[in-house]
């Protein structure tokens, strides 16, 4: 199942970086027709600009949201390993004062 989700986000990851440089060349272009005085180019920057902000919300909402559901069925099968604390005890020995440490 954690295998599916984070295929489903790589998958939509892979798609909104497809339409970003998708987008940032078409207004690139358009940017460039615009230096060059040619027209309809503003349509074009614009265009462009739109298919970038469209990649924002797969990010932000279809991309986190597979990837947060993935790592929540990985870390709910991972068992927690019981760590102990070490104790200092101070008794006595054959020659004075003697300290120990126990793990």
């Known amino acids: 199942m ?15 970086r497809l339409l ?3 987008g940032g060349g078409l207004a690139g272009a ?3 027709n615009l230096l ?3 027209s309809g180019a503003l349509a074009e920057v614009g265009a462009g600009v739109g298919i970038c ?16 559901k993935a790592f ?12 102990t604390i070490p ?3 101070f008794g006595m020995a054959s ?6 440490l126990k793990f």
Not at 2 to 13: D, I, V, Y
Not at 73 to 82: I, P
């Open 72 to 83: 929540k069925l990985y870390n709910s099968k991972l068992v927690v390993a019981a760590t």
């Open 95 to 100: 020659k004075g004062v003697g300290v120990s």
């Open 20 to 22: 970003a440089c998708l």
């Open 53 to 68: 902000l469209l990649t924002i919300p797969i990010v932000q909402i279809s991309v986190k949201k597979h990837i947060k």
């Open 30 to 32: 358009g940017c460039a």
């Open 87 to 89: 104790k200092f005890e």
């Open 2 to 16: 954690k295998l599916n989700e984070m295929h489903t986000a790589m998958t939509n990851h892979r798609m909104a």
């Open 36 to 38: 060059f005085g040619k």
